[in-house]
């Protein structure tokens, strides 16, 4: 069985920063897309990153420059998240997708296996 697990997630003032955590077992991540999302309250699910399987990494503009994306290729991926806003208070989920993409795919169907989701809140 697959399970993708995220964790890291917490309360934090504006400006500051966490790291997320995605820990899997069942599969290898090398072999998979992986992407971190977020859902905000009333918003529909947004890819903010993606490694793709040529392990290229992409970012979307609302966090290119304050969020890094990072995977060991086995089974655990991070997002470290800088310089955060009120604006980033969100559900996190990491995915992973057996599909091949020449950059970057945020399709949420393309997706085969998703965490749990872990919150983030930043306060003002």
């Known amino acids: 069985e697959v399970q993708l697990q995220a964790s890291g997630g917490g309360f934090v003032q504006a400006g500051g920063s966490l790291r997320l955590s995605c820990a899997a077992s069942g599969i290898t991540f090398r072999d998979y897309a992986i992407s971190w999302f977020r859902q905000a309250p009333g918003k529909e699910r947004e890819g903010i990153s993606c490694?793709?399987?040529?392990?290229?990494t992409y970012y979307a503009d609302s966090v290119k420059g304050r969020f890094t994306m990072s995977s060991d290729n086995v089974n655990t991926a991070y997002l470290q998240m800088n310089s955060l806003t009120t604006e980033d208070t969100a559900v996190y989920y990491c995915?992973?997708?057996?599909?091949?993409?020449?950059?970057?795919?945020?399709?949420?169907?393309?997706?085969?296996?998703w965490g749990q989701g872990t919150q983030v809140t930043v306060s003002s």
């Open positions: 490694r793709n399987v040529d392990g290229i």
């Open positions: 995915a992973a997708g057996a599909f091949y993409a020449k950059t970057r795919s945020w399709y949420l169907r393309e997706y085969d296996y």
